[in-house]
C-alpha cells in the first residue's frame, strides 16, 4: 500500500491492520466476481477502496473487530 502511495490509517476509523484485513476479507469473499469485471492492472486499487468503503461506512453498521470477533 506505500508503494502505490495510500494512507495506511486514518483515525479513528481504520488502521493499517484493519485496512490489511478488510481488504483480504473482500479478496476471499468476492474475487472470482471482482476478476469478472475489473482488470488486474486495477485489482488493487479497486479492492483497496472498497475497504475504505467499508472501513469509513457513515451508518457504522460494518465493524471490522466484530465481524471477526476480536
Known amino acids: 500500500?506505500?508503494?502505490?502511495?495510500?494512507?495506511?490509517?486514518?483515525?479513528?476509523?481504520?488502521?493499517?491492520?484493519?485496512?490489511?484485513?478488510?481488504?483480504?476479507?473482500?479478496?476471499?469473499?468476492?474475487?472470482?466476481?471482482?476478476?469478472?469485471?475489473?482488470?488486474d492492472d486495477s485489482l488493487f486499487a479497486f479492492v483497496h477502496a472498497l475497504a475504505l468503503d467499508k472501513l469509513m461506512d457513515s451508518d457504522g453498521k460494518f465493524v471490522i473487530r466484530k465481524y471477526f470477533e476480536v
Open 1 to 39: 500500500m506505500e508503494q502505490a502511495g495510500y494512507d495506511l490509517e486514518e483515525w479513528p476509523c481504520y488502521n493499517r491492520c484493519a485496512l490489511y484485513t478488510t481488504m483480504n476479507m473482500i479478496m476471499s469473499d468476492s474475487s472470482e466476481s471482482i476478476r469478472k469485471f475489473v482488470k
